[in-house]
């Protein structure tokens, strides 16, 4: 449990630092440095830990998630629309991909995080809801021994189409979550989908729960990425999966500087023309260069406790599916 | 002495193996805060200028409730227009003043309560009357982002403030009718690209009696009084709230309206 303790001791800090200014004002001496080797230490610590990147700005890590949570308040609406025009839609392939190299089969227990308007889940119950289905076609062909309470079951639809699988969808915006029910709903999706609204860097969820945990283009968003990582490792059980779907580093240098004119060109206007939001739009393609390239990701993955992590780069390594077990 | 000098000039040297800053701008964009002229500019590329234009021309067309791509329109294309309109405002007294004092038209910055207690057919009262009657706010103007010259950028603000002011000086509602009759007087006067393009493509989303209308009175109307009447834009119309409409329509030349819009849309 890295993430509460490591909060813990934050506090701590905090209350120490706080104490010891407290001290140094009544002689009147305010702006006096505490000194010792832990007021030093507390400082750089503080000083550290401050300051983080919000696309090609530096802001202060408190900022930093405020800012995030409005970017995506004020692009939900659109998201998908927006998504479509900016990748020429091809995220969708991308997104069929994650979850052809997931091959859930029915009785996985999902969380996709940062999962929003909902695309891995509905892919993900698409999937294993057409695997139950070709499931049962083969039983029948095959004339195995149904029980007959199997066959009663099948009579009176009271079998699981699901196969008890579930999807449990986290995001800590409510606007997304919101788009996302409304298209689950629009699209007819009921059973075995759940929505809640939380932190990446702090799930509220117990420890061995869940089979797969996905985020896909939510993970460099997060201010904490280790910190996400390490509610993955918590929150999976042992043999679970780890999968991230994500920008990273282009690999080809020709089609790098075609993806860089057509990022920093191109995204914000349409940002602009469509959503009326260029700023957004920018933050998002800047946030894409400031999130760490393949293999420093993998190395990320590994240090949070994941084992046999790999990475598979698609379209030139304009995206990356990194992978890894909790053993 | 010297190698302090070299100290403090070092930031301003790119560092070894860059790639050249016009290649970089080109492939990704302007840094956060360098060449920002005035809040809320955000210095763009010729080729994003032209984007820019394109998509916002498309979508101001699709759906013309998107008041803010007709702004951006504007913005991208009026370089030139907007250039002509500073050198007209420069050459007359009371425009250098504007372009010195820079008032803007704000909620803020008017003074409602003495607007409401001049007198009847004053400017002011006119203004608060076509405000009230319309239901629009002088705040609802989006703040001017992609033209890159200080000065400009508050031409083309003043020009989307006085907007209002046109509609007043005109007798034309908000109605779709009423803001093309006053797009065709702006692109008289202006002869910045959006009016122009906002004049001949407004029509194709009018029914045809409207049409009609538009074609046979109120536009060689609207074309012949801003051929007529100087630059509307040299008013500093803050300090002639008092002025009569009739008196100010008159020393522009402003004849009264063929008939009344309302009645029609």
Redesign the interface.
């Known amino acids: 449990m890295a993430a509460p303790r490591s909060c813990a001791l934050w506090s701590y800090c905090g209350r120490r630092w706080s104490r010891l200014m407290r001290c140094c004002e009544l002689p009147g001496l305010r702006s006096s440095w505490p000194g010792g080797p832990l007021g030093a230490r507390q400082l750089s610590q503080e000083k550290q830990a401050t300051e983080t990147h919000f696309?090609?700005?530096t802001v202060s890590e408190e900022e930093k998630g405020g800012k995030v949570y409005h970017v995506f308040e004020s692009v939900a609406k659109k998201y998908d629309v927006m998504n479509d025009m900016m990748s020429l839609g091809i995220h969708r392939i991308w997104k069929d991909l994650l979850l052809w190299k997931m091959r859930p089969f029915p009785g996985t227990q999902l969380l996709d995080v940062a999962g929003g308007t909902g695309d891995i889940a509905f892919r993900f119950l698409n999937y294993v809801q057409a695997q139950h289905k070709g499931k049962q076609k083969r039983q029948l062909r095959a004339q195995q021994n149904l029980s007959w309470e199997e066959i009663a079951k099948k009579y009176q639809n009271e079998e699981d189409p699901l196969g008890g699988s579930r999807v449990v969808v986290c995001d800590i915006n409510k606007e997304m979550l919101k788009i996302g029910k409304q298209k689950a709903h629009a699209r007819g999706y009921k059973a075995g989908l759940a929505w809640v609204l939380g932190d990446a860097e702090e799930l509220p969820f117990d420890d061995d729960k869940f089979d797969v945990y996905t985020i896909a283009f939510g993970i460099r968003n997060v201010t904490h990425i280790d910190q996400a990582l390490q509610e993955a490792h918590r929150v999976l059980k042992p043999g679970g999966r780890f999968l991230c779907l994500e920008f990273s580093q282009v690999n080809n240098p020709l089609i790098s500087?075609l993806y860089?004119?057509y990022s920093?060109?191109?995204i914000?206007?349409?940002g602009?023309?469509?959503a009326?939001d260029?700023?957004s739009y920018?933050y998002l393609v800047e946030s894409i260069r400031q999130f760490p390239p393949q293999e420093e990701f993998k190395e990320m993955i590994e240090d949070a406790g994941f084992e046999k992590v790999t990475y598979e780069s698609l379209t030139s390594g304009i995206v990356a599916i990194h992978s890894g077990f909790k053993l | 002495m010297a190698t302090l000098l070299r100290a403090a000039l070092r930031p301003l040297r790119p560092p070894p193996g860059h790639r050249g800053p016009a290649a970089d701008v080109l492939l990704r964009g302007v840094r956060h805060g360098a060449g920002q002229l005035y809040p809320e500019h955000i210095p763009t590329s010729p080729l994003q200028k032209v984007l820019l234009a394109a998509g916002s021309a498309g979508m101001a067309l699709y759906n013309p409730y998107r008041h803010d791509m007709v702004a951006v329109l504007g913005e991208t294309t009026g370089l030139r227009a907007l250039k002509v309109l500073r050198d007209q405002m420069k050459r007359d007294p009371e425009g250098a003043q504007i372009l010195q004092e820079r008032p803007r038209i704000l909620l803020s910055t008017l003074d409602l309560d003495k607007l409401r207690s001049l007198p009847e057919g004053s400017l002011g009262q006119e203004y608060l009357r076509f405000l009230d009657v319309n239901r629009v706010s002088p705040d609802t103007r989006a703040p001017t982002r992609f033209v890159d010259d200080e000065e400009l950028a508050y031409v083309i603000q003043r020009y989307r403030e006085v907007h209002d002011m046109l509609h007043t000086l005109l007798g034309m509602p908000t109605n779709m009718l009423g803001e093309i009759v006053v797009k065709w007087f702006e692109a008289v006067q202006t002869g910045l690209p959006m009016c122009i393009l906002g004049a001949l493509f407004g029509p194709i989303r009018l029914h045809t009696q409207g049409l009609q209308v538009l074609v046979s009175e109120l536009i060689p109307w609207a074309v012949q009084n801003g051929r007529r009447a100087p630059c509307v834009f040299n008013l500093y119309y803050e300090r002639r709230w008092e002025q009569p409409l009739r008196a100010l329509r008159e020393e522009l030349g402003i004849t009264d309206p063929p008939m009344l819009v309302r009645a029609l849309a």
Request: no cysteine; proline share 5%.
């Open positions: 696309g090609f700005e500087r860089d004119l920093f060109q191109v914000p206007v349409l602009e023309v469509i009326g260029w700023k920018q």
